[in-house]
């Protein structure tokens, strides 16, 4: 049981493009689903709170105008990367709260603006 | 606030031996506490979680943990290496009751020699 999904594992796109990753949460229903973003060697940087039927809630210095965030059901939450460019480039990870404090994570989706 | 400090950001022991994952937090409240393990390019996967009941927690794996107030300690251990426990680990705090942000440590990279 709880088991998120990430849609897709790997992205290549070119720069200016925009690239949008898919957040599912399989067999529960998420109201409050989380994305992060790791760089290289470092821990998981959390970028927004999505919430179900509601707007994102973005941590301090997170764009959200070029990381557009959609929590349109309990089981799906998308994130936008808007007019990418290669310093987008990383690995985007979501989860999704079942109880109290308890993520889970999806296997990530790594993405490689050239 | 809160944080979290992981001492030694890369572990090695070889095969059988113990493994210790030292984890400080702080808070100014009463805490939840995380370990989540990552293999390489996938998502974090939940080991064992801390909510306030027994200070010794058991989780998948092998691996356990106890909460210890008095040094504001949540080290992980497992009595014997396997070489599949090669991965990141990461330590995660979050304040109790109802839904607070998690802060995630920097991780440790724990080596497994045969």
């Known amino acids: 049981g709880a088991v998120v999904s990430q849609h897709p594992s790997r992205v290549i796109c070119k720069s200016g493009t925009s690239v949008k990753i898919e957040c599912r949460s399989l067999?529960?229903?998420?109201?409050?689903m989380f994305w992060y973003r790791q760089f290289p060697k470092q821990s998981l940087m959390l970028m927004a709170t999505?919430?179900?039927?509601?707007?994102?809630?973005?941590e301090q210095g997170v764009e959200k105008d070029k990381f557009l965030i959609n929590h349109a059901s309990l089981t799906l939450s998308t994130l936008t990367v808007t007019s990418a460019h290669p310093e987008d480039s990383s690995f985007y990870i979501c989860?999704?709260?079942?109880?109290?404090?308890?993520?889970?994570f999806g296997p990530g989706t790594r993405l490689l603006v050239l | 606030a809160q944080s979290v400090t992981q001492l030694g950001s890369h572990v090695s022991v070889s095969e059988g031996a113990l493994v210790l994952l030292r984890c400080n937090y702080s808070s100014s409240v009463p805490p939840y506490l995380f370990w989540y393990v990552q293999y390489p390019n996938q998502g974090l996967q939940l080991l064992l979680k801390?909510?306030?009941?027994?200070?010794l927690v058991k989780g998948i794996n092998g691996f356990e943990a106890e909460f210890k107030k008095s040094e504001t300690s949540f080290h992980l251990t497992k009595p014997s290496a396997h070489m599949s426990d090669a991965a990141e680990y990461f330590c995660a705090v979050s304040p109790s009751g109802g839904y607070q942000k998690v802060t995630f440590g920097i991780g440790t990279k724990l080596q497994v020699i045969p």
């Open positions: 999505s919430n179900e039927g509601s707007k994102a809630t973005y």
């Open positions: 067999d529960f229903q998420a109201t409050t």
């Open positions: 801390y909510t306030s009941a027994a200070t």
């Open positions: 989860s999704a709260r079942l109880r109290e404090q308890t993520q889970y």
